[in-house]
């Protein structure tokens, strides 16, 4: 069965600071995704990553996937108040798409 | 503005009762699939539909059931509301060739 990991699942950050949230996945997968959630929101779509090896990058965020290791990260560089949100990385296979627990993110000044 | 639209926004509904919530999604997304996300939780797969036709499922019983329309729309319907259904319920399609789908705003359901 396809599960996803997701730790810290709570974050408060300084502005400034640097911080990576992970994500684990327990077997093979076609796609994975990143997304965040701001409260009483939907979903909106950070980052897609297909193969192994896969960065990608916009603004403060950074995500990175290793399919060997089954691992996704979003690394947040220089944290900034409007980053404060909900993360969630999710695992597409054979059209099930699982999704991580979130993570909470705060960023305080 | 998404360009995926659910409605109603929020319900209030009774154990025991019946509901319908809509999605309706841009054209030429012929794939769309329904989660369900209660509070503090990530999104849960409920099924997916291609074509009119369902196309993968979750872990749900079967008084989750969908249908998609060929103007593109489409509906989730749940017999037999129990007060665990109380959740925002999430539309997501996408076009043929999309990386991501695209997610509507949600409804917020709740059953007292």
């Known amino acids: 069965e396809l599960k996803v990991e997701q730790n810290p699942l709570f974050l408060s950050m300084q502005e400034g600071k640097n911080y990576t949230i992970y994500c684990n996945y327990s077997t093979t997968s076609d796609r994975l995704y990143w997304y965040r959630q701001d409260p009483g929101k939907s979903l909106e779509s950070l980052f897609v990553l297909l193969s192994n090896g896969a960065v990608k990058q916009e603004g403060r965020l950074m995500a990175s996937l290793d399919t060997k290791a089954r691992l996704s990260t979003l690394h947040i560089t220089a944290a900034v108040h409007d980053l404060s949100a909900t993360y969630f990385c999710?695992?597409?296979?054979?059209?099930?798409?699982?999704f991580g627990a979130g993570t909470r993110l705060t960023v305080k000044p | 503005e998404t360009g995926v639209t659910q409605s109603p926004t929020h319900l209030i509904k009774t154990r025991g009762q019946q509901v319908t919530l809509r999605c309706s999604s841009q054209?030429?997304?012929?794939?769309v699939s329904w989660y369900q996300q209660a509070l503090g939780q990530g999104p849960q797969f409920i099924f997916q539909y291609y074509r009119e036709e369902e196309n993968g499922r979750g872990n749900f019983p079967p008084r989750f059931s969908g249908l998609q329309f060929p103007n593109y729309s489409s509906e989730l319907n749940v017999n037999a509301l129990e007060l665990d259904d109380s959740a925002l319920y999430l539309c997501?399609?996408?076009?043929?060739?999309?990386?991501?789908?695209?997610f509507g705003s949600g409804t917020r359901l709740t059953v007292v």
């Open positions: 999710a695992v597409e296979r054979d059209n099930d798409m699982r």
């Open positions: 997501a399609s996408s076009l043929p060739s999309a990386l991501s789908p695209t």
């Open positions: 054209s030429g997304h012929n794939t």
